[in-house]
């Protein structure tokens, strides 16, 4: 049949639609229709099973190998790549697992020697800090602009910085204002590379303090630029005032060896120019005063040479001993001559005394100087006593349980007071203040009476040997009163060590 097509009116042809009455030709075409829709989803199947496959055996074991080189990337050495893979694929995958294990076993290796010497440069470290820490000279590090990057605590403690901040100031606006124009100086020159290394000495504060300061350049050793500066501080105050006591002592020696010297030589060209002309009590008296001259050199010299005895640092012996032969020894020495000048000479000691620690020549060269005193400066008519006690009487043992300081302790150590008063002329406060200088006498005594002025000095010196401190307690007019104390039989060696070390920093 025919459908005519129209539109708005107008006629644009037909359509024919009828049935094929050929049923071959319909067979044909059903067949055809089926083949080509089996054809069609055979072809979808086999796309899927392929992409299933190519999935399945190349896509992951990419992916797992992509996963684990991030990993190695990140350092994770311990990753592996377990997949059962053959072939080329396979290949790589052990490829990759043994490359792992080989970085894992490299890394162990490396972190074992990285710890080792980790290990080795913190104990160097340590050891180089305590020994800048402990140091006794003052150490400081600059860098190359001349501002602070380390300074020890001796440093700090020789320019009492230790509440300043001081890590990255310039080290000219730390120093006291004394030190700048010479350490900045040579700083300046050390710097600018003028100088590898300055050595200065100089003073500054009160009381003064000389330093030794050595600043150092120190460069990089290729390219030779200026990293920084070390600078070294010695305290050197100690030697110089040594050095200026000694000069002191020199100086005092010298001229107290003159006087006599002068003297005797005065009267001897005397006597030998004028033998003739001058009268036999004349001749006599200059002998004598020749004589007496040259006793008191004589003395000078024993007791110059007994204080430098004493201050070379040689060692003497204490030992176990009673005190009353020594005590007795010295009354048998000034027995006479206290009975010729009208003193009468007295011992009072208890009967039954501990024995002490001492050395018998050293402690009769005390007794001696401090009974010769008191018989020189008392006048006719006067007393002189000789005492010795136990000091403190009793004594509490002491609870070493408490916090008690060694001071506390040997405080409370009993001793054996040694006393000598006089009911001499005695003198000042300014003059018990000094008399234990050496060559020091007081002025209304010297003129009066012979002497060295260097007895007390040596009683001091021995004294601080044995921990203890010579002390007096004196009146002008009234009389004066020295004491010093010994140890006991079986005080503690190294407590007494302790304490005459002590004794002897203190004065
Ligand atoms: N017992 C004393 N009474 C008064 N003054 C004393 C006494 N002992 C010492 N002095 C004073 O101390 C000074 C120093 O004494 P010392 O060192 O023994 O020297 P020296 O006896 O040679 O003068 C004496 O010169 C004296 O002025
Ligand atoms: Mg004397």
């Known amino acids: 049949m025919f459908v005519p097509l129209t539109a708005n009116g107008q006629n644009l042809g037909a359509v024919a639609l009828g049935l094929n009455p ?52 990140a350092g994770q050495f311990s990753t592996r790549i377990a997949l059962p893979m053959g072939g080329e694929l396979g290949e790589l995958l052990d490829g990759f697992n043994a490359m792992a294990s080989q970085l894992e076993v490299y890394k162990a290796a490396n972190i074992e020697e990285m710890k080792a010497a980790n290990k080795e440069l913190k104990v160097a470290q340590a050891q180089q800090q305590s020994l800048i820490a402990t140091m006794a000279d003052g150490a400081m590090l600059l860098d190359a602009r001349g501002c602070v990057v380390l300074a020890n605590p001796t440093s700090q403690r020789l320019f009492r910085w230790e509440a300043r901040k001081l890590v990255g100031e310039p080290l000219v606006n730390l120093l006291p204002e004394s030190l700048l124009m010479d350490v900045g100086e040579a700083l300046q020159q050390v710097l600018a590379g003028e100088h590898a290394t300055r050595d200065i000495r100089c003073s500054f ?10 600043l150092v350049a120190v460069t990089d050793p290729s390219s030779n630029a200026l990293k920084g500066v070390t600078v070294t501080l010695q305290d050197l105050s100690r030697e110089v005032e040594l050095n200026a006591a000694k000069s002191h002592f020199i100086s005092n020696v010298s001229h107290e060896l003159r006087t006599p010297l002068f003297n005797i030589k005065t009267y001897v060209e005397t006597l030998h120019d004028l033998w003739t002309q001058i009268s036999d009590e004349e001749r006599s008296e200059f002998l004598a005063t020749a004589n007496a001259e040259t006793d008191r050199l004589t003395r000078l010299v024993n007791d110059v040479l007994d204080l430098s005895r004493l201050e070379s640092g040689q060692e003497f012996r204490f030992e ?3 005190l009353r032969p020594a005590l007795e020894q010295t009354l ?10 009208g003193v009468r000479l007295l011992c009072e000691v208890e009967p039954t005394l501990p024995r002490v620690q001492a050395n018998f020549d050293l402690l009769l060269q005390v007794l001696d100087n401090l009974v010769g005193n008191a018989l020189k400066f008392t006048p006719s008519g006067g007393l002189i006593c000789l005492r010795a006690y136990l000091w ?12 008690a300081t060694i001071n506390d302790l040997t405080s409370r150590m009993p001793r054996l007071r040694v006393e000598v008063s006089d009911t001499g002329c005695g003198m000042n406060e300014l003059d018990q203040a000094r008399i ?17 002025g260097l007895g007390l000095a ?25 004491w010093f104390e010994l140890p006991l039989e079986g005080s503690d060696d190294d407590e007494l060590a302790l304490l005459a070390e002590r004794v002897q920093a203190d004065t």
């Open 332 to 341: 048998r020495n000034y027995r006479l001559n206290a009975s010729d000048k």
């Open 205 to 214: 504060g009160s009381p003064t303090r000389t330093l030794r300061i050595v």
């Open 320 to 322: 176990p001993m009673e």
């Open 458 to 482: 040596i009683v001091r010196n021995i004294m601080e040997k044995q921990g203890s401190v010579p002390k007096l307690v004196s009146k002008p007019g009234v009389g004066t009163t020295f």
């Open 392 to 403: 403190p009487d009793s004594c509490p043992v002491p609870d070493v349980s408490t916090s």
């Open 22 to 73: 050929n049923e071959v030709v319909l067979n044909t075409t059903a067949l055809t229709r089926k083949v080509t829709i089996t054809v069609f989803i055979a072809i979808w199947v086999l796309v899927i099973l392929g992409a299933v496959f190519n999935a399945l055996t190349i896509t992951h074991p990419i992916k797992a190998l992509l996963h684990g080189v991030r990993k190695i990337t």
């Open 436 to 452: 234990f200088g050496r060559f020091y006498r007081a002025e209304n005594t010297v003129h009066t009476e012979q002497g060295t």
